[in-house]
Every structure is written in C-alpha cells, then in structure tokens.
C-alpha cells in the first residue's frame, strides 16, 4: 500500500480481554515504532523493530504488552488482560532506514477498555 | 532525560493571519527537531524537521521554524494561515537510543483554531 495501514480502527474490549492490533508498514521500511497516545497527550515511545529484531522494548508500559513482527514486515502489537488506563490511540509508524529518514504514521487504532 | 514543552494548549487564530507555535526541548545535546501536524482521526503528518545546518528550516504547507539554540526553542509559524490549517500541533525531539535507534519524544501539542 501506499502508506501505513492499521487494523481495526476502533477496537472495544472489556476489561480483563486481550487485544490484539495489527500494523502493515510501508513496503521495504525496515524500522517499525509503535507509539501510545492517550487523549489529550503527545505519543508515546513504546517498541521499535530493525526488520524482525525488537530492538528496543524500554517503553512498554509492563509485561501485558508484547509486540512481534517475525518476518520483518507486519507487527502485532498484543495486550493481555486490558485494563481502562490501557485506553488510547495506538499509533505505528515505519521508516526506511534507522537513520535520518522520515517516520512515516498510521492512522492509528483507538482503543476503548470498558 | 529529554522533554517538549509546548506551552500553548489551545490557539485560536483568524483566517490570513500569521501564527507562531512555541515549541521548548531540555535535552544536553543538538537535538533533532520535528513538527508535526494531526487532523482529527489522521496520523502524524511530518511538516519540517532540522538536524543541523540552517536554523531557519522550510517545511511543507507554507510552514517554517527557526531553531535557537541559546534559547531551547524550535517555534513554527506561519505567515498565513488557512481554514485548513486547524489541527493538533506536535513539536518532537528525536534521539538515538541506548539500543542505536531513533525515537520520537513529543510534547502534549497545540490545538490549532481557525476562524472566519
């Protein structure tokens, strides 16, 4: 595609369900973030992937949230046992190189914990 | 540890009017310096970002920003603005991390309005 595409756009689930949210990136980038923007906050840094290496993990807020991209292009971003501060807009972005290079955003997957 | 401080929450501005955006970073080194911009519902579209070099940096959609160092500050403007221009202002700093990558740390924006 043409850009960074996130799945599903609106996501509820009940307190206690896990989640699981999907990010295609753009053909070839090989860096991949994944940013958490609460309502009315800036995003926030939460994983980066060098192709299929999750090399940077330090803002997953705790062990609920795993992420994985195993063939170095879609990423799932997982939580387990959702909780109401879970709420936010989930945002993924990619870029081509680690580098100097333009990150380039998904339209972001809202998530609403009930 | 590094943080954007964007002092204004909310700016209302007249249509054709010009607009400046304060955008402040606390951080040890030259940054790297982003402005983005978020429409209701839309991802963060990247307007200009400075690395080095010129301190005045042009961007896309008639903006511009001027990064001063003896003052921490990275300010956007623009000499008139468009009733499309209304949307979330983000200003970033971006680090290499302990792990050699490049992250994005943003302040809590700017919401832009535009009136008639």
């Known amino acids: 595609g043409a850009g960074v595409s996130q799945s599903p756009r609106y996501k509820v689930a009940k307190r206690g369900q896990d989640v699981a949210l999907r990010c295609d990136p753009i053909?070839?980038?090989?860096?991949l973030f994944w940013y958490q923007q609460a309502l009315g906050q800036g995003p926030e840094f939460l994983t980066y992937?060098?192709?299929?290496?999750?090399?940077?993990k330090s803002g997953l807020p705790s062990d609920r949230f795993f992420a994985e991209r195993p063939e170095g292009s879609v990423s799932t971003l997982k939580i387990q046992r959702t909780q109401q501060e879970d709420s936010a807009v989930y945002l993924c972005?990619?870029?081509?190189?680690?580098?100097?290079?333009?990150?380039?955003f998904g339209q972001g997957t809202r998530l609403t914990v009930v | 540890a590094q943080s954007v401080t964007q002092p204004d929450i909310h700016i209302t501005v007249s249509e054709g009017a010009s607009l400046e955006l304060r955008c402040n970073y606390s951080?040890?080194?030259?940054?790297?310096l982003f402005w983005y911009v978020q429409s209701p519902g839309q991802g963060l579209q990247l307007l200009l970002k400075?690395?080095?070099?010129?301190?005045l940096v042009q961007g896309i959609k008639g903006f511009e920003a001027e990064f001063k160092r003896s003052q921490s500050s990275f300010n956007l403007r623009k000499p008139s603005v468009h009733w499309s221009d209304a949307a979330e202002y983000f200003c970033?700093?971006?680090?290499?991390?302990?792990?050699?990558?490049?992250?994005?740390?943003f302040g809590t924006g700017t919401r832009l309005t535009i009136i008639p």
């Open positions: 053909s070839g980038h090989v860096s």
């Open positions: 992937f060098q192709n299929e290496a999750q090399l940077d």
């Open positions: 972005a990619s870029s081509g190189d680690r580098g100097n290079t333009e990150a380039f």
């Open positions: 951080y040890g080194a030259t940054p790297y």
């Open positions: 400075y690395f080095s070099g010129d301190t």
């Open positions: 970033a700093v971006g680090l290499i991390s302990n792990f050699g990558n490049e992250k994005l740390t």
